[in-house]
C-alpha cells in the first residue's frame, strides 16, 4: 500500500515540474487578470446561516443557491462535518430526516460495514453515487457500496428524488455527490497551506492520522496532496449481557455482550494538479486512491448450535474472514470560459476508475455423524472497472422579455462487471480435496455501455421572479454478457444480450412571491437498469435452479415535488412535499411460474410513497445557529402481479426529526473552538 502511495506522489510530483514551465510562461500575460476560480463570489462565506450560502451543482449542473433551484437538495459543507465530528457515512446522515445508512451485520457480511444510502425509503443501487462525476460500484448480493472515505472531501450534495435526466441511470431515488477538496481550499490566497489531524475513538479503539498539504507553484498552477490512515477495533458494548438477558443467547464463544475480533485499516490518499494558464481555461489532474482491509475472528457460531432439526452434525472450529475494498481514480478535466455569441462555457472531463470487493474465508469444522475433519477456504472477487467521458455545453441568451441558459452535453460510460468465485474443501481425514468454481450467487461477466445526450433549459421570466426548467435526456444502455468457462449455462436459459433506449422529461419552477417568500414545484422521470447480477445469475444446485431472465425491464419512477420557502437575513425554512410511482420494481430469487424449483429475478413490485419534509436555520446572535428538520413518510406496494391489494412499504422511513443548536465560538478570541446540542426524536 505504502508504494502505491509513493508511486501516486511520485507521479503527481513529476508532472507539477514538468508542466511548470508552461504555467510560468503564462505569467506575464496573468498577472493583471483575475485569476479563474471553481469557487465563484457566490461561495465566499459570509455571517448569513451556513445553509443559505450553500452552492448546488447537482439539482441543475450549473451552480445554485441550494433554496433557489426546484428539487430538494442537500449540501453538507466540511465545515459542517467538522462541527458534527462526521468519520463516516452514517454519521454523515445522521441530521438528514429522510436518509439514512444502515449497517450490515449478518452470517454473509459479518464485517459490520455500511451498506449504503436509503433517500426516501428507496436505496441500494438505485442510489446514483458518484465522486467528482465519477461513478461509485454497484453493490451485489451481500455488498456494499462504502467505498469512500470523508477526510479528503469538500461536500456532498443529497439530491431527494430522481435525478436521471441530468445524471442518468440509476439516480431513481436520489443522488449522493462527493465533492473533493482543491487547492484553493486550503491555500485561501496563500502560497502555501494545509492541516493535519489526530482522532480518537474509545468505543472501538479507532485512530485516525490526517494530513493535507497545497502549495501555489507559480501564478498558474497549484497541487494538493492528501493521505489519510484509519484503524479500528471491534465496537464495544457497554450494558448488553453476555446471556442476552429475556432473549436468551445461543453462542457458544462468544456472548451477547461482544462483536466478533476485529481488525480494520483504511489508507485513503487524494493528488491534485491544477493549471490556470489564463483566466479563461483550468485544468485539472486528480488522482485517487481507496483501500480498505478488515479481517473478523468469526466466533458466534463457534462449537455445535442448534437449528430447526434439533443439534447440528458441524462443530464449529476457528474461521477467520476477510473483506478487501479498492477504489482507484484518476481524471483529467478541463473547464474553458468560451464567450463566444453561442457557447458561454465548455466543461469536459474523462476518467478511469477499477474498483473491487474481495472476500477470503478460511474455516475448520468436525461433521459429527462421519466424524471427520475439514478445512475450507473460499475467495470472492467482484470488480467494475469504469470508463467515463462528460461534456458539457453552457448558453444564454435573450428572446423576448425571457432569459435562457442552456446545458446540454453528452455523458457516457463504458463499464466491465467481473465476477469470481472459488471454494476447496479439504477432508483432513480422508485426505481428499473437493474444489468448486462459480458456485452461489453465480452471474456472467458482462460489458455495460451507457451513451446519454440531454438538455436543459433555465427560463427566466418576470424579472426574474418566475423561473421554469424543463429537462430532457436520451438515454441509451446495453448489457453484453461475457461468460468465462467457469459460468454454468443452464440449457434453454443462456444469457442473451439486452439494450434499451428511453427518453426521460423533467419540469421545475420556482416563482419567487416576495423578496423573502416562494414556491417550488418539480416533475421528474427516473429508471435505474437492471444490474449484471440480476440478468445473468444463473446456477444449477440440482434441487434448485438459478436461472437468468432476458425479459427484465428498468426500473422506472414517476415523481413530484412541492413546497414553499422563505429566506430572511438570520434564517430560513423550507416545507414541501412528494409522491413518488415506482414501478417494475426487481425482486430476487422468484419462483418461475409452471415450475417446481426454478428462480430467477422479475419485475414484480409496484411501489408508491408520499410525505412530507421540513427544515429551517435561524441564527440568533453571531456565532449561534439553531436547525431543526422533520419528515413523514408513508409507502404502499403490490408484491406481484397479481395482487390488486396494496400492502406496507416497510423500506418507507420512519418519522425522525431533530433539534440542534451549536456555536461555532463565544467571542472572538476563540475563532477555532465549536460545540454543539443536539436532539434527534
Known sequence: MNRKIVSLGIGFASATFCLAPFAQAQQEENQNEKTHAVVTD????????????????????????????????????????????????????????????????????????????????????????VVDGARVMEANDAGNRD???????????????????LWGADALGGMVSYQTLDPDDLLKGRQLGGQASYGYDGSNKAHTQSAMVAAQMNPGAQILFGYTHRTNEETRLRNARADGGQWGCNRNALGCDRFNP??????????????????????????????????????????????????SSTDNGDRFREEKKTRYRIALEHDWDVHSSAVDNLTWRLSYS???????????????RTNQ?????????????????????????????????????????????DYYNKSVSNNLTTGTTTTTIGSGTNFANAKTIRADFYLQDEIKLFDDR?????????????????????????????????????????????FKLTDQYSVYARYAEGFKMPTAEQLYTSYDMVSMQLVPNPDLKPEEVKSIDIGFRGQFDKGWFSVGGFYSDYTNFIQGRQ???????????????????????????????????????????????????????????????????????????????????????????
Not at 81 to 104: A, D, F
Not at 288 to 303: A, K, M, P, W
Not at 354 to 368: A, E, I, V
Not at 377 to 401: C, E, M, P, R, V
Open 373 to 417: 475433519d475439514y478445512y475450507a477456504t473460499g475467495h470472492t472477487d467482484y470488480s467494475q472497472n469504469f470508463y467515463q467521458a462528460d461534456i458539457q455545453l453552457t448558453s444564454s441568451f435573450d428572446l423576448g422579455k425571457t432569459s435562457h441558459k442552456l446545458t446540454y452535453g453528452f455523458q457516457g460510460d463504458k463499464t466491465d462487471t
Open 147 to 165: 467505498f469512500v472515505d470523508l477526510s479528503t472531501l469538500k461536500a456532498v450534495e443529497i439530491q431527494r428524488g430522481p435525478a436521471s435526466v
Open 262 to 311: 476485529t481488525d480494520a485499516e483504511v489508507n485513503n490518499a487524494l493528488a491534485k494538479l491544477v493549471l490556470r494558464p489564463n483566466s479563461d481555461h483550468q485544468i485539472k489532474l486528480t488522482g485517487e486512491l481507496f483501500d480498505s482491509d478488515t479481517s473478523i475472528n468469526q466466533l458466534y457460531d463457534r462449537g455445535i448450535l442448534p437449528s430447526a432439526m434439533g443439534m
Open 591 to 681: 419462483l418461475v411460474p409452471g415450475t417446481a424449483a426454478t428462480y430467477t429475478y422479475r419485475n414484480l413490485d409496484k411501489v408508491k410513497l408520499w410525505g412530507l419534509e421540513a427544515s429551517a436555520e435561524w441564527q440568533p446572535a453571531r456565532n449561534w445557529t439553531l436547525n431543526t428538520s422533520a419528515v413523514y413518510q408513508r409507502g404502499k406496494q403490490l408484491n406481484s402481479e397479481s395482487d390488486t391489494a396494496y400492502v406496507p412499504f416497510d423500506d418507507a422511513s420512519p418519522s425522525p426529526a431533530y433539534l440542534a443548536s451549536n456555536t461555532t465560538c463565544l467571542n472572538t478570541a476563540c475563532p477555532h473552538s465549536s460545540w454543539g446540542l443536539f436532539h434527534k426524536v
Open 354 to 368: 477499477p474498483q473491487k470487493r474481495s472476500l477470503f474465508d478460511r474455516r475448520w469444522y468436525t461433521n459429527t
Open 42 to 129: 457566490k461561495k465566499k462565506k459570509d455571517d448569513s446561516p451556513q445553509e443559505m450560502g450553500a452552492i448546488t451543482v447537482t439539482a441543475t449542473r450549473q451552480e445554485e443557491k441550494v433554496l433557489d433551484v426546484p428539487a430538494v437538495v442537500s449540501v453538507i459543507t466540511r465545515e459542517r462535518m467538522e462541527e458534527h465530528n462526521v468519520n463516516n457515512i452514517q454519521e454523515l446522515v445522521r441530521y438528514q430526516p429522510g436518509v439514512r445508512v444502515n449497517r450490515q451485520t449478518s452470517g454473509t457480511t459479518p464485517f459490520g460495514g455500511l451498506g449504503g444510502f436509503t433517500i426516501r425509503g428507496v436505496g441500494g443501487n438505485r442510489v446514483q453515487i
Open 466 to 510: 418566475l423561473k421554469v426548467t424543463p429537462g430532457l435526456r436520451r438515454a441509451h444502455y446495453s448489457l453484453d454478457p461475457k461468460p468465462d468457462e467457469h459460468y454454468s449455462i443452464i440449457p434453454g436459459s443462456e444469457p442473451q444480450k439486452i439494450s434499451e433506449n428511453k427518453w426521460l422529461p423533467q419540469l421545475g419552477t420556482i
